[in-house]
């Protein structure tokens, strides 16, 4: 059924009235609202993704580096015992230079006492005998006669 009215409207239609162009515009406007969080959820998604890796990476890094603390801790405590050794090691070779330079300094102060005494003796010796000349001869002059 057409009719035409003045006011230039040909079809008869019933009005839906303002709800409808609301309802229609806040329908699209969630849409996009929609669209924007999945883009949003997709992109802590990835993040997430990204932590989760570097997670895996720093636990197997941790795991080598408390690995290498073990090889450190056992290398540094066997230093530790060669150090001990060697240092009780020094030490009994120092204890028996020390003897050694003992004994040694006692050989030295008797021999020093021993040639002290001789010393005396000879000059009791020579002291005593003053004005004595000792000739040597030989009896090869003899035999040339």
């Given at each position: 059924f057409f009719f035409q009215a003045e006011d230039g409207i040909r079809d008869?239609?019933?009005?839906?009235?303002?709800?409808?162009?609301?309802?229609?515009?806040?329908?699209?406007?969630?849409?996009e609202k929609i669209?924007?969080?999945?883009?949003?959820?997709?992109g802590h998604k990835n993040q997430i993704a990204i932590y989760e890796e570097n997670?895996?990476?720093?636990?197997?890094?941790l795991a080598e580096l408390k690995t290498k603390c073990t090889l450190l801790e056992s290398v540094r405590d066997n230093l530790v015992n060669e150090n001990q050794e060697l240092h009780t090691y020094l030490s009994l070779e120092a204890t028996k230079g020390?003897?050694?330079?003992?004994?040694?300094?006692?050989?030295?102060?008797?021999?020093?006492?021993?040639?002290?005494n001789q010393t005396k003796k000879l000059d009791e010796i020579l002291g005593s005998s003053?004005?004595?000349?000792?000739?040597?001869t030989s009896?090869?002059?003899d035999d040339s006669l």
């Open positions: 008869f239609c019933l009005s839906r009235g303002l709800g409808d162009v609301y309802k229609r515009q806040g329908l699209s406007e969630a849409q669209a924007s969080l999945e883009k949003q959820i997709e997670e895996n990476k720093m636990q197997k890094l020390d003897t050694e330079i003992k004994a040694l300094q006692q050989e030295l102060l008797t021999e020093r006492s021993n040639h002290a003053q004005g004595i000349c000792l000739l040597y009896d090869a002059a």
